[in-house]
Structures are given as structure tokens and as C-alpha cells.
């Protein structure tokens, strides 16, 4: 069912309403029941809040369902509050957007390098990433994680990841920095600023940040994962505010979006601040603002931000020119937020926003038999990217094929040169020069073309110089290497035993599910050490005991 609204005094009409509520039914059709966690929805058109509903548990144990009033953790759209804290201090003129955050932090660690409130806003700072960092040092992803760890995170950096300003790298720790800056210049917690200057003037009673993991949240949703044919609840024991650790509900975001969608139409300075891009000192345009990603699409201006974090997740996403937005949370684990507000889009725009191609899935398609000789052809190693390789192979005349780190699965051939990997939901394209020769293949619609590469061989005895005990000064973390036949393993007494596999072409680099190990060698080829990164950390040295 498709209804397209030209204008959107329509919406208000209850024929309309009616058959958005039936659209919007089907589309959540899959949290409609009693037994599996949900979402609520609330959409907001010209300043009016027209749609608000909720879909699925908030609480399986208690039977409590979702509602339009429950309490959701936000996430990461919690960053937008603190660049609305930001902006205003600024309109007030306490700070500037171009002063050196060392004179509000003086603890943090001088780099030799300025970097600015603006860096930070825009994740340009090169200041690492706290979730990836926290997590190296030990941390389990369950475990709970305090505001001052991730200060005391920051605060023993010892290198920056880039130059400030050169580069654009998502960090949370940022806007911990930024939390810590509003609480510097005011003289009040970030909670209390933003209870006074935003939840209070706007009716938001249901909202607040949370800074003690343990409080008592009353009408909260529980997160779940799925375990087997039914949920177990997930642990959120964070405590990040400023990037995170926002509890909210659709009713109460439904109130500040409203308020959005009036100042950026009339032009107030502290909200069109929010939604200024910046630029590198390459001149790239950064397309985030003040806790907002701002782009454009099919000529639309699109001011958005989701979150996710232990099993919770949440979008707001703002049309101006349409005077139209979103706001979804969901308390189920492998939620897209994104995925279901570009249905809420297609309800009010049509296809303007589809976001890929239909011909990308080809699981209703009919396999076909493929002669040995040609799959032969196929068969061998390719580079996606930096550190990510495909390998194919063969068995029982079909061909096989195995990513950087992931097991060995079955392709589903769709053509005598296109086959299909169900686990992966996409497929490869061989193209075949007129030599009958393979030098690459086609992956993701084509976007990537991945050349054929010749894989370097490492031997067990090779493998062996590579063994030993490493440690990081940065994060007081240690690691003790072993060798086993082909790989190998690091072992963290919290982490467990992680698998690092060599790297198909580049020397001395392995991969593992912390990051990239790049070992170093002094002048005689001795291993001296190893820097990780990951993709928000960046060269974290590890020095071999």
C-alpha cells in the first residue's frame, strides 16, 4: 500500500490518518504481538505532532507493551541536546566555537596540536574513539562504563589518531569532552543544565540523563536480544552523557522536535548554529553539525541522527523543506532505525528515497549448474579493501567462498558468472577477460571491484617470532601472543583467546576482532612491538615485554 501526500494539510484528515496508521501497522507488523520486543513511532508535521504509536514489549517479564509514554535509552541522538547546550553557550557569548578546548580542560594532554570546541563538535579532534578504546584495554561490552573512564581514557592518550581539522572520524569522546566543557563554563552537571534549559521550557517530563547506572528509571523499556526462539535481556551499564546515556520517549522527542522544526524555520541562531557544516583543511566538506548529520538527498535537506547501543535504538530524522519528521526507539536488538524511517519516507515521498536497488536480491532466482572448469577459474583470493579479502574455492563442483575472519559458506550460482552468498545477502560478478582469464571481481551493485591477489605464505616457524608478551603504557593493558598452525592468538585474562590471521599480502600485519596489529622491527629485524588500530583508534602501541 502506497499513499503519496503532495501536501501535508492532508495528513491531518482522519481518512488520511487512517490509512497512515494501517501503512505504518504493516510495516511493524513483525513487533505486533505480545511475545518480542518493539519500537514506538511518532511523526511531526508542520509543527504539529500527527502520528504516535507503539508496536511490541516494553518489558516481556511484566507484560508491559510500548507505548507512546515509554522510556527508551536514545543513544547517540542524545548528541544533538549537547550540541544544543554548545550553541547557546556560545549565543551567550561564554565560549567560542574556535577556542582551544585546553583552556576549559587544562588535564587534557597538550598534542602540540590546537583543538578547538569546533573539532570536537565535528569529529575532527583525532582524539580516539572511547567504545573501541575501552574495549582494548579489557573492558567487556557488558561490563559498566563510567563517565570518568572514559576522561581517565582521554586523559593518557598519548598520541593523536590525525592532525586536527584533516580529517573526519565519528568519536563519542568528543562530546564527553563537550559535556565536560558545558559543566566547566556553568558550573552545573549537564543533567541539571539540560533539565533547566530544555526538558523543563519544553514539557519533556519523561527525560533525563542518566549518571548512575543502577537508578530506577519508572517506565523504562527493557533491551532483549534473540536467544534461540525467544529473548534474553541485554545489560546497559553506561554512563557516557554527552554522547549518550539519554532516556527518553517519543512523546517527550515528539516536544523537541517540535520546537526544532519552529526555530529553524523562523531562523534562530542557536538552532541554525546546530546545523552549520564544517570543512578540512583539504576542503572536504564535514556533513555533521552540532549533533546532527546534515545532507541532502534527492534535493532535500536532511537533518537526522541515530543511535544504538546494548540492544536499544533510535532515530530522529528532520525534512525542513517538508516541515516533516521522525522519530523512531526500539528496545530489539538488530533494530534499523534507519531502514524503517525510509518506509515512513516512502509513505509520504514515494521512492524518492529508496535506498538500494531491488535487483541487489536475487534469492528468488533459480540456481544454475556451472561447469567445474569455469569455477576452477574463479577460484582464489581478492581484496576488498585494506585488511578485507574474499577467498573462493571449490567443493562438490560449487563454489565456496570465505571473507577476512568469517567462516567458509556455499554461493548459490545465478548465472555462469554471478553467484549469489545468502548468508551474505548480496552477490559476486567474475568478469572474464578475453584471454578467459579472472583479474578481479565485482561485489555491493558493483561498487567494488576487488583485484585478484597473490597470497603470501607464512610459515609456523615465521609465525613463532611473533610470540611473546606485549603491553600498551596508553591503557595499562597487556596481551600474551602464542602461535597456532596458521594464526595467532592473543590472550587477554578478561577477553578470552582472540584469533589474529595473517594478513593475505601485506607483511607483519594480522587481523583480529580488536583491529589491525602492525608489528615493528629495529634495524637487525627483532619485533620490538606492534600498533593497533581499529576503525575509530588508531596506531595504539603495544610494546613486547
Not at 567560542?96 to 565535528?122: C, M, Q, R
Not at 566547566?184 to 514539557?203: A, H, M, R, Y
Not at 548554529?273 to 572536504?284: K, S, V
Not at 548465472?415 to 548468508?423: A, E, H, L, Y
Request: charged letters at 20%; proline letters at 4%.
Amino acid at each position: 500500500m502506497l499513499v503519496l501526500f503532495p501536501m501535508f494539510a492532508h495528513v491531518y484528515g482522519q481518512n488520511n490518518y487512517d490509512s497512515l496508521e494501517k501503512y505504518l501497522d504493516s510495516v511493524f507488523a513483525g513487533f505486533s504481538g505480545r511475545k518480542t520486543p518493539g519500537c514506538a513511532v511518532a511523526i511531526i508535521a508542520q509543527e504539529k505532532l500527527v502520528f504516535e504509536k507503539g508496536y511490541g514489549m516494553a518489558n516481556l517479564e511484566c507484560s508491559a507493551p510500548v507505548t507512546p509514554k515509554t522510556i527508551f535509552d536514545v543513544a547517540s541522538v542524545a548528541k544533538q541536546f549537547t550540541g544544543f547546550a554548545i550553541s547557546t553557550l556560545i549565543q551567550l557569548g561564554k565560549i567560542s566555537a574556535d577556542d582551544d578546548v585546553h583552556k576549559y580542560l587544562p588535564e587534557l594532554p597538550d598534542f602540540g596540536k590546537k583543538i578547538t570546541i569546533s573539532n570536537l563538535l565535528h569529529h575532527t579532534s583525532g582524539l580516539r574513539d572511547w567504545p573501541e578504546g575501552l574495549h582494548i584495554a579489557g573492558w567487556r561490552w557488558e561490563d559498566p562504563i563510567y563517565f570518568e573512564d572514559i576522561i581517565r581514557m582521554v586523559y593518557h592518550q598519548k598520541q593523536l589518531d590525525f592532525d586536527p581539522g584533516s580529517r573526519f572520524s565519528y568519536s563519542n569522546t568528543g562530546y564527553n569532552l563537550l559535556a565536560a566543557v558545558v559543566e566547566k563554563v556553568t558550573g552545573s552537571p549537564l543533567k541539571d543544565w539540560e533539565e533547566q534549559n530544555i526538558f523543563k521550557p519544553f514539557g519533556m517530563v519523561r527525560s533525563g540523563i542518566r549518571d548512575n547506572y543502577s537508578s530506577i528509571i519508572n517506565g523504562r523499556a527493557v533491551s532483549y536480544y534473540a536467544a534461540g526462539d525467544g529473548f534474553n535481556a541485554s545489560g546497559d551499564a553506561l554512563t557516557a552523557y554527552g554522547s549518550s546515556s539519554l532516556f527518553t520517549s517519543v512523546e517527550d522527542l515528539s516536544k523537541w522536535v517540535i520546537h526544532f522544526q519552529q526555530s529553524v524555520k523562523t531562523g534562530d541562531p542557536v538552532h541554525e548554529r546546530m546545523i552549520q557544516t564544517d570543512q578540512l583543511t583539504d576542503g572536504q566538506t564535514v556533513h555533521y553539525g552540532y549533533g546532527l548529520e546534515v545532507n541532502e538527498r534527492a534535493g532535500v535537506k536532511v537533518f537526522s541522527h541515530d543511535g544504538g547501543w546494548a540492544g536499544y535504538h533510535s532515530i530522529i530524522i528532520n525534512y525542513p523543506q517538508r516541515n516533516i519528521s521522525f522519530i523512531i526507539l526500539s528496545n530489539a536488538d538488530g533494530f534499523d532505525p534507519t531502514r524503517y524511517a525510509a518506509a515512513i519516507s516512502m509513505f509520504y515521498f514515494g521512492d524518492i528515497f529508496k535506498e538500494e536497488p531491488a535487483s541487489e536480491d536475487l534469492s528468488g532466482l533459480p540456481t544454475v549448474k556451472v561447469p567445474p572448469e569455469l569455477l576452477k577459474k574463479y577460484t582464489g583470493s581478492f581484496q576488498l579493501a585494506t585488511g578485507w579479502y574474499v577467498t573462493f574455492t571449490t567443493k562438490n563442483e560449487q563454489l565456496m567462498v570465505q571473507a577476512t575472519g568469517e567462516d567458509r559458506v556455499a554461493t548459490e550460482a545465478r548465472s555462469d558468472s554471478v553467484f549469489w552468498v545468502p548468508q551474505y545477502r548480496a552477490y559476486f560478478t567474475f568478469p572474464v577477460s578475453g584471454t578467459g582469464k579472472v583479474s578481479e571481481v565485482k561485489y555491493r551493485y558493483h561498487h567494488i571491484v576487488a583485484p585478484k591477489v597473490t597470497p603470501t605464505v607464512i610459515t609456523p616457524q615465521q609465525l613463532h617470532e611473533f610470540t611473546g608478551s606485549y603491553y600498551s603504557e596508553e591503557f595499562e593493558a597487556g596481551y600474551r601472543i602464542t602461535a597456532d598452525k596458521t594464526k595467532l592468538i592473543l590472550h587477554h585474562m578478561r577477553l578470552g583467546d582472540i584469533a589474529a590471521e595473517p594478513d593475505l599480502v601485506i607483511k607483519d600485519l594480522f587481523h583480529c576482532g580488536l583491529g589491525a596489529l602492525k608489528f615493528y622491527r629495529n634495524g637487525s629485524k627483532k619485533i620490538l612491538g606492534y600498533r593497533l588500530s581499529g576503525g575509530r583508534v588508531k596506531n595504539i602501541e603495544f610494546h613486547k615485554q
